[in-house]
């Protein structure tokens, strides 16, 4: 029971770095590189060597990015860096090519050094498709067309609110 005990409380400070491609939420054929702590407990000393580089955006690589050049100090539990790498509008075909094997090296509040090895690899995107408007979009669309009634509504500088309602 105690050393059940003791694994369990060492799981629960451990930390777990996970690094995934994922497309953003506006836009689907923009894709960010995200790194994140998905464990309970703290990283610290986040170092990422790449085996290979890529170029992300208007001729910037990958390895260039402070997060893979100086590494990351600290990384609490839950807590991601996420860096925009992609526009797969602009030669899909060949991005989807791109694998970029990876190691991330952190160590735990024991100090141990942990090891994972990723690949960063955009073949799982061929086929992805979005399917209607995104919801940030509907809100955005929605927040334009409020402005565009508050705005049309105004008489010497008050909003006439029954004018308002009646607009469509």
Known sequence: MVKETKKLRKAQMEPMISVYLKPREEYLNWIELVLENIGAGPAFDVHVELDGDMEC???KY???FGFVRNGIRYLGSNQCYRVFVADMTDDFDTKLQIKV???VRFKGPEKKEI???YVLDFSQFEGLNQLGIPPLHRM???LEFIA???GRARTNGHI???QFGKMN
Do not use: R, T, Y
């Open 140 to 142: 955005a669309d929605s």
């Open 62 to 64: 990958l390895s260039n």
């Open 115 to 117: 090891v994972h090895e």
């Open 101 to 103: 094997p990876l190691k």
């Open 148 to 150: 565009g009634k508050i």
């Open 160 to 162: 006439d609110w029954q």
């Open 57 to 59: 955006f208007g001729s």
